[in-house]
């Protein structure tokens, strides 16, 4: 779907920064090559380095501007760099006339190098003079090609803000051609600038949240509302569907009399004789503090509050009211995700949390076991004990499923 939004001839390069926004960035990574992805991004040359450990052989390009002693070791691992202040630029191209840090055995005859273009996003990248300057820098460097040229939209859904950084963008791309400079493949679109109309995809494209299955909160429609009537989204994001879930059974479930605290604090009594079930997830997890009292979970098809202070390994659910047989230990919980007809989106965790969609997933935390699916298949598990290539069968899947003890 996303090549559909892009066009023909757009090259697509995913984003798995920050573990793949939680999901797993190994595993989203041998995914995603395997779906014919044209390339990687990372932020760290960290992430970009263990990428190519697992085996990894897409181009990958990291987005920040890494340490100059470094260069050698992207070169070696054909990974591509990121431009985006004079002064860290000079010394990475220093850098590769020298020895450098984790360069011994290194090819660095040919280390990629993206600049961003400083547009209105106000974090990084050149203009003006500098611009020219840092472009015809590596040009005449030893060791160096310029690869690319990309900025990072600020707002996609503001049309007057974006049709300026647009316009910026063109106008520093036409006075590098003006002075001579060889124009690379330029990118600027994430996943606002796909799903949006009137964004140009140009020679690539970087989605990041879109392909985890998700809109960008800012594309939301407000709730109530039948859709943002404002907003050019096009047809194909109706298509999209969220590729994470987080599951849970109890550890304990057990009928409280009234007048009962619940948690540390605590901030929640039982007002009535209450039954409450002990998911053993918590703000190690990633499920943050800011939660406490103000989100639910599924069982059985209905929501049910979490009631009391989110602990850093246990949240309670008071499951009183859920019809039928007492809620059990066997019984499965969805914290995030779609059980029966109701459904909790990371948008609405986000909301209960005061923050956005790319910190709640980002905020997953590797303690979480994992366990990847394809076709409806489970093909892959990762734990903290098993680490990423544990095969999916039913006992590793019992495990990784049932709590931990």
């Known amino acids: 779907m996303l090549r559909e939004l892009a066009g023909p001839g757009t090259r697509l390069d995913p984003v798995v920064k920050a573990d793949a926004y939680g999901h797993g960035a190994i595993p989203v990574a041998r995914a995603l090559e395997a779906a014919g992805a044209d390339g990687l991004c990372v932020a760290a040359l960290d992430e970009a380095m263990a990428l190519r450990r697992a085996g990894i052989r897409c181009q990958i390009l990291v987005l920040y501007p890494i340490p100059p002693a470094l260069a050698g070791a992207a070169a070696g691992d054909r990974i591509a760099v990121t431009a985006g202040d004079g002064d860290l630029l000079l010394g990475l191209l220093g850098s590769l006339a020298g020895p450098s840090e984790g360069s011994e055995g290194s090819d660095t005859s040919s280390l990629a190098i993206h600049v961003e273009v400083e547009t209105g996003l106000g974090r990084g990248g050149f203009a003006g003079s500098d611009l020219l300057e840092a472009a015809q820098a590596i040009e005449a460097a030893a060791g160096a090609t310029l690869a690319g040229l990309w900025t990072h939209l600020q707002a996609p859904e503001d049309g007057p803000r974006t049709a300026a950084q647009l316009e910026r963008f063109d106008r520093a791309a036409s ?68 590729v994470l879930s987080i599951h849970a059974r109890p550890v304990r479930v057990m ?93 609405d965790i986000a909301a209960a949390r005061g923050t956005n969609s790319w910190e709640v997933l980002t905020s997953l935390s590797a303690r979480l076991p994992r366990v990847y699916h394809a076709a409806s298949i489970p093909r892959e598990t990762r734990t903290l004990v098993a680490g990423e290539s544990v095969p999916g069968g039913p006992s590793d899947r019992e495990r990784v499923r049932r709590p931990r003890r």
């Open 175 to 242: 006075a590098l051609e003006s002075a001579g400079v060889h124009l690379p493949p330029r990118h600027l679109a994430a996943s606002g600038g796909l799903l949006l109309d009137g964004i140009a995809s140009l020679e690539g494209a970087r989605p990041g949240l879109a392909i985890y299955g998700l809109l960008p909160d800012e594309l939301l429609a407000p709730e109530g509302s039948s859709g943002i009537e404002s907003l050019p989204i096009r047809a194909a994001a109706a298509r999209l569907r969220p």
């Open 255 to 347: 009928d409280l009399p009234a007048g009962w605290g619940i948690g540390y604090g605590p901030t929640f009594t039982t007002a009535r004789p209450s039954r409450i079930a002990t998911l053993p997830v918590g703000y190690g997890d990633g499920w943050s503090r800011a939660l406490s009292n103000r989100a639910s979970v599924l069982v059985r098809g209905w929501r049910v509050p979490l009631v009391g202070n989110v602990a850093m390994d246990a949240v309670m659910a008071d499951v009183t009211d859920v019809p039928g047989p007492p809620v059990r230990v066997e019984d499965e919980f969805v914290l995030l995700g779609t059980q029966g007809e109701e459904r909790i989106t990371a948008a």
